[in-house]
């Protein structure tokens, strides 16, 4: 057995196995952690190196290649407040001869091109920052060598940062890195522009008004137009030397006003992702003339955005396309894991399915259901059921299997509906706190995605566009852009059978093999991992119907009934806590041993009350006096039921 581990640190952090060629586990840090983007820059014992371990059924002792990538590491670049290794790290010796470090756009080439079904390709990493180096070369060498060169250079200049990079590859063989640009030091970073990466990044802080919104900037930019000769307008934003150059302009930035207003916006991110689309083309074109290849096989944040990669993939100068389920940093990972494969002499294999995470067994549910089996009923349910309630138009969350390692929610972790009810929209927006403009994503059997979509014949990973026809799209309007475009996952048999039959049925009953698909998360939370965070979800969230277990059917109690039953108080003992941790208020109920983390809203309501202990039945009677009170106060009290404790029991 041939086994490599693969581990990235940084943004997006996660950890990869790769045994006799295969990909056979990846799991990123924020799906454990509950931390969105959680970001680890040491080796640290939060990496979920043991996870992925266990996911691919090995131990360390199997390991023969562990392969880091630590991003943004450059002399000087570590320590004071970013250790290298964190003190007490103790998952594995990092000096352990086993163990290399690569550098971040090598890791990208292999997350890509190793995954892909090429012989040979051209390979093109896209990404706002990666290793940084003052020759601006590619590394891969032991751990032990790496620290002595990280931790003794007297800095001569300042380090080149990687963020395009130009490679071909043939198997087997090595890669060659063809071309690289790198960022430029400017002090007004967050309005100066000189990359594909910087340009989306600085937009999208600036339109949406945080961070990490690159995806809703891509939304908006359906719904924007040119406005030639409109002050509104900056005009396009990139210039065209020739087919493979274009560069960024910076004139128009000082036009730019604080508070635009939707017009405006909606014209600045389809400016934006015509000068994305425009820019990625002209280095794709230089990219496979230079490597002499017609495949190209991409890699980096950049990619996330389909509708670019769906310009690259129909385009007449690329004869075959691939994009992983991961672009992003977290599939750095899988490029550090293949990369330990090729050096063991292992022939990686193509990767089919992005369902590389963890399986829980039926003890982790029935663990997860014994916590709140007061509070719902299960039972098993059919295919036929299940599509019947679709048509009728319940909203399923669908829990089933290995969780998705991707960004995307894949049938695994989804929450499922009709497309052909325009209020099933609105309701998933709620749920995940998305703008009531956004539309929502569908799943069709890929044998069928033709006869209602336009585009390309196949999307495992949600990372292609398509048209929806007109004669379709007064059908479909939840699910369409306003330019008409959708971002659909095409579902072979093999890779999920009964959510392709689920689909089949719901078709049958409906004209439509297509059901809305998006991830089973909360606004700002990773989506979730455990049988556990599927329940404590479902009963948060009322406007989801069913929960789906896998396999079986967790049905909502009414919870006024639930509350009938039960005398339940707050346990003697207990304590009301708040803290703050990573910016945000958190309250606790505590009895010195555990702790319960609760809404704000009810921390505040307890403090209401007083000290006493309380009867839920007299919470609810005092917090909703009226009706409409006692519905919105429901899913709060269900969804903070373990603050309330059987006062003869104390738990
Ligand atoms: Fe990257």
Redesign the pocket.
Known sequence: MSVSLGIHIGHHSSCAVVRDGELVAAVQTERLSRRKHHVIRTLSDELPVAAALDIAGVRLDDVERIVSCFQGACPGGFGLHRPLIEPGFSLFDPWDPRHQVIS?HLA?AYATYEASSFDEAAILIC??A?SATFDGADYAMGFGDWYSWLTSLDAPAVPKVECVSLYEAQTPGSYTLLERQFNIAHPGQGSFVYSIAGLYENIARYVIGRDNAHGQLMALAAHGVALEGSEADPGPLVTRVDDETLVFRNDWQHNMVLGPSREQKCCLAWRCQEATELALEALARRCLRLAGSRNLAVA??VFLNILANTRLAKADFCGGFHVPSAP??AG?SVGCAFHGARELGVRAQTVVHDRLGRRYDEADRAEALGHRDAFVTTRPVTTDELAEALVEGKLIARYDGRAEFGPRALGGRSLLASPLLAANKDRLNRIKGRQSWRPVAPIVPQTRAQHFLDGPDDSWWMTMSQTIPAEHRYALAALSHPDGSTRAQTLTKAQDPALHELLERFGERSGYPILVNTSFNRAGEPIVETPANALEMFLDKPDIDWLVLDGLLVERRDPLVVLAERELSLAPGVFLTQFYADGRRIATLTNGTDSWPISQEMHDHLISLGERPRPVRVLVDQLAPRPEDVELLAPLILADVLIVANPETQS
């Open positions: 971040h990208h990404d706002y990666g980096g944040g992003h940093d750095v």
